[in-house]
């Protein structure tokens, strides 16, 4: 009997593909999300049909995208952008103002549209199993933002099924998590001089940060995904700007949070930055991927 003898170097090459193959499975099995807000409907974007912009979601790659700002939008031309980056299911939350909306590879379902008490409403909806919330929290008053995220999490509650749950989008708001950032005072001086120029704000609570809206969140037991995880996700592109929020603890008000039972599915989570979210928004979108 012959035995068939196959040369090492072949060998080699065999169990790398192997790996490789098995490793591009797993990421396939892998939902990746991602929440961005793109700066007032993208408007520096000023190709056709917000060309750069598609290219990079196509290049992302995300099965969910939670976006923020979607301004001068209507929900057909949403669908239309969706549909460019390979997501068929969109939904807006409203067409004036400063919408939230929600856009997927799978069908979106059960979706409620919640404007009343909230500056700017969120979007609760189901994709997959997942519920998902989509917000974007009063940029100027902290006892607004705080009543808000009161509606928010007794939205979670009233949930039959709390699990499997995200909440996701731009909270205005700074987290306990990240108090030992904020001790050089210059986000604390920034919110002063903005109140002396706007005389409608009022982002202090005596002269001090608030972090109660953060607060009531981990109470409540949801997770910040990315300080779970404290990963950096960086897509292929280098980054070549450094002065948005969400670069540094110190200024991060873009969060996704997840129910305690996603807390060992949470595979990467982070901040991407490159050439194009480093040019294209004031914000860095944030981006997590669970194991099916």
């Known amino acids: 009997m012959i035995k068939s003898i196959i040369p090492p170097v072949r060998l080699l090459l065999l169990c790398l593909l192997t790996v490789c193959m098995s490793s591009l499975n797993a990421q396939k099995n892998n939902l990746k999300i991602v929440s961005y807000n793109i700066y007032e409907g993208m408007t520096l974007d000023t190709t ?45 939350l409203k067409e004036k103002g400063f919408p939230v909306a929600l856009t997927s590879k799978y069908p979106i379902v059960n979706v409620e ?31 607004k933002r705080r ?33 030992d950032a904020y001790e050089d005072g210059k986000i604390r001086q920034k919110l002063i ?51 948005n929020n969400g670069e540094n603890p110190s200024s991060r008000i873009d969060y996704i949070y997840v129910s305690k039972d996603l807390n060992n599915k949470v595979v990467t989570a982070g901040i991407i930055k490159d050439e194009f979210t480093g040019l ?12 099916k």
């Open 280 to 291: 294209y928004s004031d914000h860095y979108p944030v981006c997590i991927e669970l194991k």
């Open 147 to 179: 009543e808000e995220i009161e509606v928010i999490l007794q939205t979670i509650r009233t949930m039959p099924d709390q699990k499997k749950t995200m909440i996701m989008g731009d909270f205005n708001s700074f987290s306990i998590l990240d108090a």
């Open 113 to 143: 549209k919640v404007i009343d008490n909230m500056h700017h409403g969120f979007i609760k909806a189901e994709i997959n199993g997942y519920n998902i919330i989509v917000l974007h929290l009063s940029p100027h008053k902290y006892l």
């Open 48 to 92: 056709s049909n917000k060309a750069k912009f598609s290219a990079w979601v196509n290049e992302i790659s995300p099965d969910i995208l939670a976006l923020q700002e979607v301004n001068k939008f209507t929900q057909l031309s949403l669908e239309t952008l969706a549909r460019s980056f390979n997501h068929p299911y969109a939904v807006l």
């Open 193 to 243: 001089d903005m109140g002396k120029k706007y005389t409608y704000h009022d982002n202090l609570v005596n002269g001090e940060l608030d972090f109660e809206v953060h607060n009531k969140i981990l109470k409540s037991g949801l997770i910040d995904a990315v300080k779970i995880k404290s990963k950096s996700y960086n897509s292929s592109r280098p980054t070549v700007h450094s002065s």
